[in-house]
């Protein structure tokens, strides 16, 4: 994750400007301006991190805001080199300390620990359903339904949870869905537009929900299935069905995606089938955010 790029740091000043984090009145109000303190920010349950990136860039972003004297701007974040976005911790563990002006650290501390949560949930959710699918062919993919304008970060927690990344935006890849599909004159229409106007090296996915429209699919070019909302033994008929279809055509491969209906409960059964991606909306759209604390102490005169 690029903390520093233009839109991830719009997004993490932001979150601090709507806040008001450079006018917390509480703290102006009670806090000695020149106390230096260290915060700890720990995970209170086992979880999978992601976001650690974002504290350092927090505290610089809150800087260039607040224009306090250079004494009260000077930190330092430290990392335990075994804990970085990715890594399972245990309950109990301090993911990172942070020395700095006792006044910036709880100006800070909500908007810190709100990404934090948020993205750990996601990432750590994401591994529960990488875990249940282990040693099967299919990879766990996420979706568009993200928080808007939280979308890279989101995607970002998903790969932390060892998931794979669905297209980014519209822009990023041709979906032939139902609606596409009936609005545009039916499939055979729809298809054969894509395929004949798609940039190169786009490839065409289309979402099927029946053996009908599979064969429809398979018949007019379909590059990429998406077998929607169908029960593992329909989804493993169609995969072994475009197996069928793809024989002895050795240069070529029309990979398979699951979706609609998918829990932890059901995963591993739809991995079974053969089938190449579960796309999964819940990574993003249900993970519930993660228990993590900043405990933040004086330090020593």
């Not at 209170?44 to 974002?54: I, K, P, T």
């Not at 607040?66 to 330092?76: G, H, L, M, S, V």
């Not at 810190?112 to 699918?133: E, P, W």
Request: net charge neutral.
């Amino acid at each position: 994750m690029d903390w520093k790029s233009s839109r991830i740091e719009a997004l993490l000043e932001q979150a601090l400007v709507e806040d008001m984090a450079a006018r917390d009145t509480t703290t102006n109000l009670t806090i000695d301006p020149e106390l230096r303190a260290t915060a700890s920010v720990i995970a209170r349950q086992e979880l999978v991190v992601a976001g650690l990136g974002s504290i350092p860039r927090f505290l610089e972003i809150f800087t260039r805001l607040d224009k306090r004297p250079p004494a009260q701007t000077r930190f330092e974040v430290v990392f335990n080199p075994e804990i970085f976005d990715g890594v399972r911790v245990h309950e109990g563990q301090v993911m990172a300390l942070i020395r700095h002006n006792a006044r910036v650290l709880l100006s800070c501390e909500r908007v810190i620990l709100n990404l934090m949560q948020h993205m750990s949930g996601i990432a750590t959710l994401t591994r529960q359903f990488v875990d249940a699918i282990h040693g099967t062919h299919a990879h766990v993919l996420d979706t568009r339904k993200t928080v808007p304008g939280l979308r890279a970060l989101e995607k970002y927690a998903v790969l932390c949870g060892g998931g794979t990344n669905h297209r980014l935006d519209l822009a990023s890849g041709i979906l032939i869905k139902n609606n596409h599909i009936s609005l545009g004159g039916g499939l055979p229409t729809v298809l054969t537009r894509a395929l004949e106007s798609r940039k190169l090296g786009q490839r065409v996915q289309v979402e099927v929900r029946s053996r009908e429209e599979l064969e429809e699919a398979l018949q007019y070019g379909a590059e990429a299935i998406l077998l929607d909302n169908m029960t593992p033994a329909e989804v493993k008929y169609c995969v072994d069905r475009i197996k069928q279809f793809m024989a002895g055509q050795t240069e070529k491969w029309i990979p398979t995606e699951a979706s609609g209906g998918i829990v932890l409960g059901n995963i591993r059964s739809y991995a079974e089938t053969g089938v190449d991606f579960i796309s999964v909306g819940a990574l993003t759209h249900s993970a519930k955010a993660a228990d993590i604390s900043m405990s933040i102490a004086a330090e020593a005169a």
